[in-house]
């Protein structure tokens, strides 16, 4: 959905490096999502934000941390990247329902 | 707690024939019930969802589910198979009221000339 970017779209870094994926969104939504995405898996949730304020930890949260720097963006950083946290990982919005609108993903490789 | 489990991980038609993926959920409240689809490099598209209107939904590029409480089933339908289906199908549940998503493993679909 061209209303929910991410940025960068692939990235590759190695083992204790600190790197940030960022997602940014035009459709107005308070809140927002970051998941990530295994072969084999459906997505699992690692943080999501209510408002600016209001930040939660999802099923995965350890080894993340995320910020929300206005309505319209939320980061996530891996503060020491590790190879298991090789993935897809998707930003979503939603306006306060259920129905949730992704970005394009990013590809991580940790190596 | 809520959970989805796709039957078939990958399921092979011939085009123009009928495509069924399967899905079954489990939820303590009224779920919410979204199919999602994912091609090759690219984002989740939504396909259709369904939030306790009418139990038999129709969606995008020609695709329905129906909601069949009595069987805890959400299974996706459509009758005639396109070439430019093929790709990875998600059956996801969310509890009414919730925020929270929760993914299936995914159905890979291929699609046969």
């Known amino acids: 959905d061209a209303d929910v970017t991410q940025t960068p779209r692939n990235r590759i870094t190695k083992t204790g490096k600190r790197i940030m994926l960022e997602c940014s969104q035009t459709?107005?939504?308070?809140?927002m999502y970051w998941y990530r995405q295994d072969p084999g898996l459906g997505l699992q949730l690692i943080y999501y934000?209510?408002?600016?304020?209001?930040?939660n930890k999802g099923e995965i949260s350890d080894g993340y941390s995320v910020s929300r720097q206005a309505q319209a963006k939320f980061s996530l950083s891996l503060e020491s990247a590790i190879p298991n946290q090789t993935a897809l990982y998707f930003c979503?919005?939603?306006?306060?329902?259920?129905?949730?609108?992704f970005g394009p993903g990013t590809r991580l490789l940790v190596l | 707690a809520q959970s989805v489990t796709q039957l078939d991980s990958h399921v092979s038609v011939s085009e123009g024939t009928p495509v069924l993926l399967r899905c079954n959920y489990s939820?303590?409240?009224?779920?919410?019930l979204f199919w999602y689809v994912q091609h090759p490099n690219k984002g989740l598209q939504l396909l259709l969802k369904?939030?306790?209107?009418?139990?038999l939904v129709k969606g995008i590029n020609g695709f329905e589910a129906e909601f069949k409480k009595s069987e805890t089933s959400f299974h996706l339908t459509k009758p005639s198979a396109h070439m430019s289906d093929a790709a990875e199908y998600f059956c996801?549940?969310?509890?009414?009221?919730?925020?929270?998503?929760?993914f299936g493993t995914g159905t890979r679909l291929t699609v046969i000339p």
């Open positions: 934000s209510f408002d600016v304020k209001d930040i």
């Open positions: 369904y939030t306790s209107a009418a139990t």
């Open positions: 939820s303590s409240y009224s779920p919410s």
């Open positions: 459709k107005g939504h308070d809140r």
């Open positions: 979503a919005t939603s306006a306060g329902g259920a129905t949730q609108y």
């Open positions: 996801v549940v969310s509890e009414s009221g919730a925020n929270n998503l929760f």
